[in-house]
């Protein structure tokens, strides 16, 4: 499979890329690439003597975290995007019990700790690239060639456990869900929700496989603020879990400006069903369509959408898997269960992960 970071660079070189609604910033594709493969060579060194290294980034929405992160994706790393407010008691456990080469991000109390030598500290586009020195070593067992990603799950945040995912794993379905979507290079998405989120990044990851724009921001429903800039950006997507639906709910979406907004996701749980029959007919009469989506980070993250034009009427659906997914409903025995029969649902397509990354000893098997 290509490099999933080099895929996602491809687009027109005119085409807007990526916008940053912090500082306003905005690179075009020609630029975007520009900037990642300088970003890649700080991802560079004769001590890893050629060797796919580990990279830990404490990911940010900001314009300079995503294009290190692509950055380090170019130069064929596997990088695993955590939460920047993890304690440091977590990073020192997850460090011991993964041993990254790279730190992205990581809390400067941690540098001033001693307990690693950093090799090498370089600042690109804004963010310290550090090398752990001591963990760049021959011993250190080799990570599978196809790894690009390492995500917690909801239920798996804060432990060593991650979801290991592939370059197909993650150009599959961006791909898939830019198709469901009907993305194309002429919209512009709207990256607010957490890009170590595994719906956060892939709400990037679709619009940069489309060619699309993306707007990154760290905004919130509540301010003013960014309301404004979805629409001076133009966004024609608005992603969201279901608080964020209540929280429309208790904004009053008929009194909202939403600009270019031409449909809205929702993934992430459950959203009630008094919730969808009051929101969605409000967003309709903007012209709005709403697509009910299910995923896990376990498939990249996306399993299924339900069309927009079914969301009333089938209440409760998840719809149809995506197009290169196969939804079966299996058995105790895993023989096919007939329609109308309670089974297990079993899930399979070209997004599903490799399996989990779990730390049973050290050196750690990745």
Known sequence: MANFGELLIRGQSHNQALSCSSTGRSLSYEALRTVVVNNARHFESPSLGGRKALVFQAIRNTLDDVTTLLGALVAGHTVSL?????????????????????LVGAPATFFLEGKYNLSKSETTTGLAIAMVSDLVTNTTPPINPDLAILLSTSGTTGSSKFVRLTHTNLWS????????????DSDVGCAHLPLHYSYGLSVLTSHLSAGAATLISSGSFIDSSFWTKLRSFGCTSL?????????LKMLQVPRLDFGKVRYCTQAGGKIPDALLRHIVPQLHAKGISFFVMYGQTEAAPRLSTLPAKDVLTKIGSVGPALSRGRFEILGPEGAMMPAGVTGNIVYSGPNVMLGYGRVTSLPSPR
């Open 173 to 184: 379905n961006a791909q898939d869900i830019a198709k469901v979507l009907g993305i194309s």
């Open 82 to 102: 955590l939460k920047p407010e993890m304690a440091i008691e977590q990073w020192a456990q997850l460090i011991d019990a993964y041993r990254p080469e790279f």
């Open 239 to 247: 992603p969201g879990v279901p608080t964020h639906f209540e929280l």
